[in-house]
């Protein structure tokens, strides 16, 4: 979060398996109940409704708007970056983003579906907050997580972030997007849990837990039989061979340009690939995409003088 002038100015990244912010980081599933339900970690009370924020992960959809989810999960994220300052009442600037290739048409209709309301008064985890939501603006996802450290994209380079639900590739050379080389596939790490849980039903006859999976995921390890665990690394280095495969179909030549990976998926490069490290980077900042678009935001008030 950050503050110009009298506004505080909070970067959230919606993504389809985690939401993101500039220091938080919880899973974007939401439960919706008329009633308030017997347990109440990460509950949010909002017109007269409760919603359990972070039971499970959103269903993958080409638009984030179809219902109030991503709304909600919106004021979770604004809560807990205000919580970390102490603060529960405040005007706020959302910057948020979009996938590279879906920017361009998405951007004003997320933008109208982030200020849809503009003072909003809600409970999250027991305590209230007063929002004044005076604005928003939406950049491209990926890019903004390496907008303040360009200078180390001299040359060649392809940018690479693998999502839950999405992969997005753009070319940065010389410090400078290339928007003509933008590409966003449906091949995010929930593809690599789907045929994880596919092949463990195939081969052993069983579906593990998927908090056990993603250890796996993470770590590259889990105290659990010898056999599964071989399942689920051979599984995991089929999708990043099908990842690589990609990014040569997009025009990626190790031998020519470097290659910068962002996002949740990056684990699963560290973890399960073979690759140069003299020429591919792993940024594990699982929150660099939100700091990017809180930079953003804060670097086009500044020029503009703070008009949006």
């Given at each position: 979060m950050k503050k110009y002038k009298e506004t505080y100015i909070?970067?959230?990244?919606?993504?389809?398996?985690?939401?993101?912010?500039a220091n938080c980081c919880f899973q974007a599933g939401v439960t919706v109940y008329d009633k308030e339900p017997i347990f109440k970690d990460n509950l949010l009370v909002w017109n007269n409704r409760y919603y359990l924020i972070g039971a499970e992960h959103k269903e993958f959809s080409a638009d984030k708007m179809l219902d109030d989810d991503y709304y909600v999960l919106t004021l979770a994220a604004i809560a807990r970056e205000m919580n970390i300052a102490k603060?529960?009442?405040?005007d706020v600037l959302i910057a948020a983003g979009l996938p590279l290739t879906w920017v361009s048409e998405q951007r004003e209709e997320f933008k109208r579906y982030l200020l849809k309301h503009e003072t909003v008064g809600f409970n999250f985890k027991c305590k209230d907050y007063h929002i004044r939501i005076v604005g928003a603006d939406v950049y491209p996802q990926g890019f903004a997580a390496v907008v303040n450290n360009l200078s180390d994209f001299s040359g060649v380079n392809m940018l690479c972030d693998i999502g839950n639900g999405t992969m997005n590739i753009m070319f940065v050379n010389d410090?400078?997007?290339?928007?003509?080389?933008?590409?966003?596939?449906?091949?995010?790490?929930?593809?690599?849990?789907?045929?994880?849980?596919?092949?463990?039903?195939?081969v052993h006859h069983t579906e593990p837990p998927e908090e056990m999976i993603t250890r796996v995921l993470r770590f590259g390890t889990?105290?659990?039989?010898?056999?599964?665990?071989?399942?689920?690394?051979d599984?995991?280095?089929?999708?990043?061979?099908?990842?690589?495969?990609?990014?040569?179909?997009?025009?990626?030549?190790?031998?020519?340009?470097?290659?910068?990976?962002?996002?949740?998926?990056?684990?699963?490069?560290?973890?399960?690939?073979?690759?140069?490290?003299?020429?591919?980077?792993?940024?594990?900042?699982?929150?660099?995409?939100?700091?990017?678009?809180?930079?953003?935001?804060?670097?086009?008030?500044?020029?503009?003088?703070?008009?949006l």
């Open positions: 909070i970067g959230i990244d919606h993504g389809y398996g985690n939401m993101k912010t603060i529960y009442s405040a410090r400078k997007p290339n928007p003509r080389l933008c590409f966003t596939e449906k091949f995010g790490t929930h593809q690599c849990m789907l045929q994880i849980r596919e092949n463990l039903m195939r889990a105290d659990i039989d010898g056999e599964y665990l071989k399942t689920i690394t599984t995991a280095k089929e999708y990043v061979e099908g990842i690589f495969r990609r990014l040569r179909e997009h025009g990626y030549d190790s031998r020519l340009m470097k290659l910068y990976i962002i996002g949740g998926g990056g684990c699963l490069i560290r973890n399960f690939a073979e690759y140069d490290e003299s020429r591919v980077t792993v940024n594990d900042d699982i929150c660099a995409t939100a700091k990017g678009y809180e930079r953003m935001l804060e670097m086009k008030l500044i020029k503009s003088g703070g008009a």
